[in-house]
């Protein structure tokens, strides 16, 4: 079975290939004209979304070396994200699924991101059920109970900013560009983590709560900087790791309570903030130290891509699971709705 998969719902466009739960090609077009603006600009992601469709799924094919003839079904991300950027996406599928005459099937983003682990891989076996997932992403912050590829149920999530969004908005306050992820994770490598102290959020259970974070990052860099204006330039490695440790700590003791609440100690990582070097290493410590079993995937299939959605993909075909051309995009789309 071949599956075109694509995947169009924030700033990344991306299309993918896959022969039954191998990835033969799996291409991103990240959108670089959002970091002049700090952030997603969703009218412009929109049309470079349509500008980069069309080459990039005759690009995955290519790669693929296969002929668009050879398809056996059209994936697509019908949500969440934004709706003007699903849009592309998934009137693209509809029209070439059409055109073709195969199938389509609609996936949602976040299934997506836990079910990347099932993409075929010689060096890694799948998480078995039931596992835990946590999908950390620039906008989900979730630890859900995967009892099977459609039977999953979210048992906590953030209740305002997503764990990416403090990495990148506390980036932003240090004058570190757009996403600022990656740097405040390369920064706090040389950096002391004990240095600063962050406060730690009080939430109920298995939510989560990350724009406190953010608001006391801004109090403590006014204060220190009006104090020293050359506070951040000399600090900044410290800053990031203090910041790090403290993001690392508000995941772990969630996730360590879901482990202690449902008593299963597999552990999946999913979405972009699982390519953190502190959350990776905090996971393999807890392998060694109390029996866990961490599954993190490969950062190609951590951030955005469309090979997670051609997974997705393939098990709903072996199912029987096909979508109507009528179905719409839909920018709210809960896990297991
Ligand atoms: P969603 O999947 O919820 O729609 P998204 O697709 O925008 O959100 P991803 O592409 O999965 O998010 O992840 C992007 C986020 O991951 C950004 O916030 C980025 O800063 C963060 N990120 C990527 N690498 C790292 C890293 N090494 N350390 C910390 N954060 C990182
Ligand atoms: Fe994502």
Redesign the pocket.
Same mark, same amino acid.
């Given at each position: 079975i071949y599956i075109l998969a694509i995947e169009s719902?924030?700033?990344?466009t991306a299309a993918a290939i896959l022969h039954n739960s191998k990835a033969l090609s799996n291409i991103v077009a990240t959108q670089h004209i959002h970091e002049a603006y700090g952030g997603?600009v969703p009218e412009l992601a929109s049309r470079a979304h349509q500008q980069n469709i069309v080459p990039l799924v005759h690009q995955a094919l290519t790669e693929a070396n296969i002929d668009k003839k050879q398809l056996s079904a059209i994936a697509f991300t019908r949500g969440?994200?934004l709706l003007g950027s699903l849009l592309v996406g998934t009137s693209f599928a509809k029209s070439l699924s059409m055109g073709l005459g195969v199938p389509l099937i609609e996936v949602n983003?976040?299934e997506a991101?836990i079910l990347s682990h099932f993409l075929k891989d010689d060096d890694r076996d799948p998480p078995t059920f039931p596992f835990l997932a946590m999908?950390?992403?620039?906008?989900?912050t979730q630890i859900v109970l995967v009892k099977d590829y459609f039977d999953m149920e979210v048992l906590g999530e953030t209740l305002d900013d997503?764990? %990416?969004?403090a990495?990148?908005k506390s980036?932003k306050l240090l004058g570190l560009p757009?996403? %600022?992820?990656?740097?405040?994770?390369?920064y706090a490598k040389d950096g002391d983590p004990d240095k600063y102290r962050f406060p730690i959020p009080k939430v109920d259970g298995l939510d989560f709560s990350f724009s406190g974070l953010k608001t006391s990052v801004l109090y403590f860099l006014q204060r220190e900087t009006a104090k020293d204006p050359g506070f951040v330039e000399k600090e900044r490695d410290n800053i990031c790791a203090s910041l790090?440790k403290t993001?690392v700590e508000i995941l772990m003791k969630k996730l360590s309570k879901a482990v202690d609440d449902y008593g299963i100690t597999q552990v999946a990582l999913? %979405?972009?903030?699982?390519?953190?070097?502190?959350?990776r290493n905090a996971l393999k410590t807890a392998e060694l130290e109390r029996g866990w079993k961490a599954y993190i995937p490969p950062?190609e299939y951590?951030?955005?891509n469309a090979a997670m959605i051609g997974i997705v993909g393939y098990f709903k075909y072996l199912d029987n699971r096909f979508s109507d051309l009528k179905t719409p995009a839909k920018a709210r789309y809960t896990i297991g709705s």
């Open positions: 719902s924030c700033d990344d997603v969440p994200g983003h976040m991101h999908t950390i992403s620039g906008g989900h997503a764990v %990416g969004e990495f990148d980036a757009y996403p %600022g992820g990656p740097l405040i994770d390369k790090q993001i999913a %979405g972009g903030v699982a390519a953190n070097s502190g959350i950062f951590c951030t955005d």
